[in-house]
C-alpha cells in the first residue's frame, strides 16, 4: 500500500535524524537514500514533504523552495530577529549589537530589538537606549524574564511568526522563552562573575512552539559575526538612520568617511546622528575593505 505523502516543518534534528511536525503530530524522518548521496542538506525550519511509515518513521521525500536561510544559526525560513541585548549583567557590547543588525538587515528579516534584565538596570540608561535605537528606526521593547515585565507584549509580537532569538551569551534568551512557556524549562546558567560574560546553556537548534502559533529558534550564544558578505558600497543601507539620510550625499557611492558634501558625516558633525553609531560603520568599513583586500590580493 503507497503511503500518503504530507508536509510539514522540520524543528529539531540529531545527526541524521529529522524531528518533522505537521497537524498529526512529530515524525521522526531520515533522508530519502538519493538525497545524501547529492549531499542534500535540511535544516531546522525548513518545509519538507515526507512518508511516515509504522512506529512514527518517516522518510523525507522533498524540500520545498526556502525564502531564506541563515547561515549561523543554520535555519531556515524565517520570519524575524529578536536581538536580545541587556545593560548589565553582561554589560552591554554596542559593536556586537549593532553587528546583529546589519547581519539581519542583509537577509531583509524584520528586527526587533528587546532589552532584557529591565528590573536591574537604571531607568534613565534604559530610556537613552531605547529612545537611540526607536530614533534610528527600529522596534524596541523593554522586558524583564524574571519579574515578567511585558512578556505579554513580547508574545503579541511573535503570534504567527518563526522568530530567532539572537544575542550573546548571558543576556536571558533561554530565560524569555521559559517565560513565554514555561514548562519548557530551558537551561539557565548566571552571567560569570569573574568576566561578566554569560556561559552558553543552548547547545543545538531548534524550534521551540511558544503559543499564539509563534516558533522561536533560541540559538546557541555567540561572540562575532563575519560581514564578508556585505558590500561595502551597501553597508549604510543595514544602517536605517544613515540610510535615510544618504539621498542627500553629492555622489551616488558615497562611502561616508571624507567625502565632500556626505549628508551622513554632516549629520554626525552636527549631532543628529549618534557617534557610537557612527564610529561603528566606520569600523564596519574597513574590516569590509580588509576583507575585500585580501580575497583579491
Given at each position: 500500500m503507497l503511503l500518503a505523502e504530507r508536509t510539514g516543518r522540520v524543528i529539531r534534528s540529531f545527526s541524521d535524524v529529522y524531528e518533522v511536525q505537521d497537524a498529526g503530530g512529530i515524525v521522526s524522518c531520515r533522508l530519502r537514500g538519493r538525497f545524501r548521496k547529492e549531499l542534500v542538506t535540511v535544516l531546522t525550519g525548513d518545509r519538507v514533504r515526507f512518508v511516515a511509515g509504522p512506529a512514527d518513521a518517516g522518510i523525507i521525500t522533498?524540500?520545498?523552495?526556502?525564502?531564506?536561510?541563515?547561515?549561523?544559526?543554520?535555519?531556515?525560513?524565517?520570519?524575524?530577529?529578536?536581538?536580545?541585548?541587556?545593560?548589565?549583567e553582561p554589560p552591554l557590547d554596542p559593536v556586537l549589537l549593532d553587528r546583529l543588525l546589519v547581519v539581519a538587515s542583509r537577509q531583509e528579516l524584520d528586527v526587533l530589538i528587546c532589552l532584557n534584565k529591565l528590573d536591574l538596570c537604571e531607568s534613565a540608561d534604559a530610556?537613552?537606549?531605547?529612545?537611540?535605537?526607536?530614533?534610528?528606526?527600529?522596534?524596541?521593547?523593554?522586558?524583564?524574564?524574571?519579574?515578567?515585565?511585558?512578556?505579554?507584549?513580547?508574545?503579541?509580537?511573535?503570534?504567527?511568526r518563526i522568530s530567532v532569538m539572537a544575542g550573546p551569551s548571558g543576556v536571558g534568551k533561554s530565560s524569555?522563552?521559559?517565560?513565554?512557556?514555561?514548562?519548557?524549562?530551558?537551561?539557565?546558567?548566571?552571567?560569570?562573575?569573574?568576566g561578566g560574560r554569560g556561559r552558553h546553556t543552548t547547545r543545538r537548534v531548534e524550534l521551540l512552539e511558544v503559543g499564539n502559533q509563534a516558533w522561536v529558534v533560541d540559538t546557541p550564544g555567540f561572540s562575532r559575526l563575519d560581514l564578508d558578505s556585505v558590500p561595502k558600497v551597501e553597508l549604510a543601507e543595514h544602517f536605517p538612520d544613515m540610510a535615510?539620510?544618504?539621498?542627500?550625499?553629492?555622489?551616488?557611492?558615497?562611502?561616508?568617511?571624507?567625502?565632500?558634501?556626505?549628508?551622513?558625516?554632516?549629520?554626525?558633525?552636527?549631532?543628529?546622528?549618534?557617534?557610537?553609531?557612527?564610529?561603528?560603520?566606520?569600523?564596519?568599513?574597513?574590516?569590509?575593505?580588509?576583507?575585500?583586500?585580501?580575497?583579491y590580493s
Open positions: 522533498g524540500v520545498l523552495p526556502r525564502r531564506n536561510q541563515l547561515v549561523r544559526p543554520p535555519v531556515a525560513n524565517v520570519d524575524q530577529v529578536v536581538v536580545v541585548a541587556t545593560l548589565v530610556r537613552a537606549f531605547l529612545d537611540l535605537y526607536a530614533g534610528a528606526g527600529y522596534r524596541v521593547l523593554a522586558i524583564s524574564a524574571r519579574t515578567g515585565l511585558h512578556l505579554d507584549e513580547l508574545s503579541a509580537r511573535l503570534a504567527g524569555l522563552i521559559n517565560g513565554l512557556r514555561p514548562g519548557l524549562q530551558l537551561r539557565v546558567e548566571r552571567v560569570s562573575r569573574a535615510r539620510l544618504k539621498a542627500g550625499c553629492r555622489f551616488r557611492d558615497c562611502l561616508h568617511r571624507q567625502e565632500p558634501d556626505c549628508a551622513v558625516r554632516a549629520a554626525f558633525e552636527q549631532g543628529s546622528l549618534a557617534p557610537g553609531r557612527y564610529w561603528n560603520y566606520l569600523a564596519f568599513l574597513a574590516e569590509i575593505e580588509e576583507l575585500e583586500r585580501r580575497r
